[in-house]
Antibody, heavy 122, light 112 residues
């Protein structure tokens, strides 16, 4: 069955970096885009951007330009999110979510990972 | 950015009753192809979100027909018929007409 399995919780200090992975299984990886969504503790959902898994092209929401990098290890059906120069406000759960790479469906997130918790604290 | 505003529910909702969740967008989500670019998701307690409805009124695969979506270009409703215990959680609307994709702040459903 379709699964998106994310890496485990991380505890980091301000200024450090973190890399979150999202391993896909049960479908053809390059048929679906991968989106990233942030959820701060007790808060709602915020879209960070997406990566086209066929071309490798990332697109970032304005609030996530600069310190955030989406990447792929296509041979391992894995999408990654790297955050550098961590700040306290990066403390959140980060979800990966797939969407069909078809016209009209690129932004319909039909399966989600379980979430990866990142805590930034000195 | 397109702002999505969600209404609250008069919680708790009695089991077996219907519940309607409203969502309003700051810009029409009706595109020139005739589709309305709005999704609905449910996030159950301690879980990741799941897709319920896309293009305003199309149910996602495996979603109960107790869930239905409707609306106009800027005003939308998710109706849940005969609410059950498994419907508990936070419901989010999300527009995908323009970048950045934006979500509503969420509407919590509790069952009595």
């Amino acid at each position: 069955q379709i699964q998106l399995v994310q890496s485990g919780p991380e505890l980091k200090k301000p200024g450090e970096s973190v890399k979150i992975s999202c391993k896909a299984s049960g479908y053809t990886f390059t048929d679906y885009a991968m989106h990233w969504v942030k959820q701060a503790p007790g808060k709602g959902l915020k879209w960070m951007g997406w990566i086209n898994t066929y071309t490798g092209k990332p697109t970032y929401a304005d609030d996530f330009k600069g310190r955030f990098v989406f990447s792929l290890e296509a041979s391992a059906s894995t999408a990654n999110l790297q955050i550098s120069n961590l700040k306290n406000e990066d403390t959140a759960t980060y979800f990966c979510a797939r969407a069909p790479q078809l016209p009209g469906y690129y932004y319909v997130m039909d399966a989600w990972g379980q979430g990866a918790s990142v805590t930034v604290s000195s | 950015d397109i702002v999505m505003t969600q209404g609250a529910l008069p919680n708790p909702v009695p089991s077996g009753e219907s519940a309607s969740i409203t969502c309003q967008s700051s810009k029409s989500l009706l595109y020139s192809d005739g589709k309305t670019y709005l999704n609905w998701y449910l996030q159950r307690p301690g879980q990741s979100p799941q897709l319920l409805i896309y293009w305003m009124s199309t149910r996602a695969s495996g979603v109960s027909d107790r869930f239905s979506g409707s609306g106009s270009g800027t005003d939308f409703t998710l109706k849940i018929s005969r609410v059950e215990a498994e419907d508990v959680g936070v419901y989010y609307c999300q527009q995908f007409l323009e970048f950045p994709l934006t979500f509503g702040s969420g509407t919590k459903l509790e069952i009595k």
